[in-house]
């Protein structure tokens, strides 16, 4: 955890219904990178840990015979119920209202657990080893982020770019300077090293992989609205009652920097971090 803050139950509040909307998709080819990896086979267990509306575990449930997420935002468990039910597969993926470092929280073994750019909110010392008590013999923590050293532009795509440093700016105008999350503030952001954290664990690795990424899309208004909302540091509860003048404010911004309203991006990269349970 980050020295002088607190997690609270408000972080993420109100974001589960713009996540899926808003959020960049991860890599394709990250489930049949995972599936080499690892030589799943349809069977086994998987525990997200920090699973948010299961956008991640439900790109992986065709692997395991059940997947279990974990997330302590009960909006995002509904989301993840939603969309598993959607997508005809609620009888393979199980969801649990829990913070991470409430784990076992009588959950059983897993074959694997994944952690979705989530690991940096939680206890990670004590989740890390946790987790590692939950994994069956042979067993693997994955650590999965977007890659953050690449610069992906968008020259020769029918769009402009979205105005990044323009919406942090208007968030900055209404929240002021330092990043909010939930309750409390991060001056610094949130925390890195996640590596020796997890060797201390006694995990074994990692194995990186990256998953490339570079792939066009296109994105409306809505959804550029929809991302700002999904962020912890931009949750629609940080505005209170100016919530709608930021969000009138947000949109003549973004139809101010395309006449369209549409606005090119490129998908990420996908860094995978695999970590056995039992030394090599």
Known sequence: MVAGWEWDETLFAGTATHYRRGRLPYAPGLADALAEA???DGRGRLLDVGCGPGILALALVHLFGEVVGVDPDAGMIDEARREAAGAGVAGKARWVRARAEDLPAGLGRFTVATFGQSFHWMDRASVAATTRDM???GGALV???DVKTETLGVDGLPHPAVPGAAIGELIRHYLGPVRRAGRGVLPQGTPGGEASVLAR???SGPRRRVVPGGQPLERTVDD????VFSMSFSAPHLFGTRRDDFEADLRRLLRKASASGRFSERRP????FVWGKDAP
């Open 135 to 137: 994994l069956r013999p």
């Open 224 to 227: 550029i609205v929809a991302g």
């Open 143 to 145: 650590h999965i982020s």
């Open 38 to 40: 690892l030589e799943l």
């Open 269 to 272: 990269s996908t860094e995978v």
């Open 201 to 203: 664990a006694g995990f």
